[in-house]
């Protein structure tokens, strides 16, 4: 595997996965970071992978291959990595950490002041502002309706920068 260099895809939405079976086939080295999540639905409990990094795949190709990887529909943009062993050893981390018991989330940029969007749950789709952030997972959201503003604590995976 001497010569290949990271790039990271950019992936079309919900794409991720799409793209490392085509690179299976393609005999294309690609990693994917998963989280596992649970949920339950009516006292069962699912399992999910998701990626950690929605819309990445991280790749190892032969600086003339490039080309190779956009014959896949599933690729928006391919990112070249100028860091190689940072990133190598950053990727390594995550790897290592995912392979343990530990909840591991995506830490959202989303601070006091941010303008959000709901992505999930009953008020889905309502976009707020980020009055305080509690921990690595609640804020306390401001919605203003008609003029005035309705706080609403929510988990923060459950926003979206707007």
Sequence with gaps: MSGLIWFVAHTRPRCEKKLVEFCEREKIP??????????????????FHNPLFPGYVFLRLAPGEKSRIFQSDHIANLLEVVEQELFAGQLCAILAALQTDMEIRLAPGIGSGARVIIKRGPLQGVEGVVETRHGVSTVLLRLDFIGQAAAVKIDAVDLELI
């Design 30 to 47: 690609a990693t994917l970071p998963l989280s596992r999540s649970v949920r339950a639905y009516r006292g069962k409990k699912v399992v």
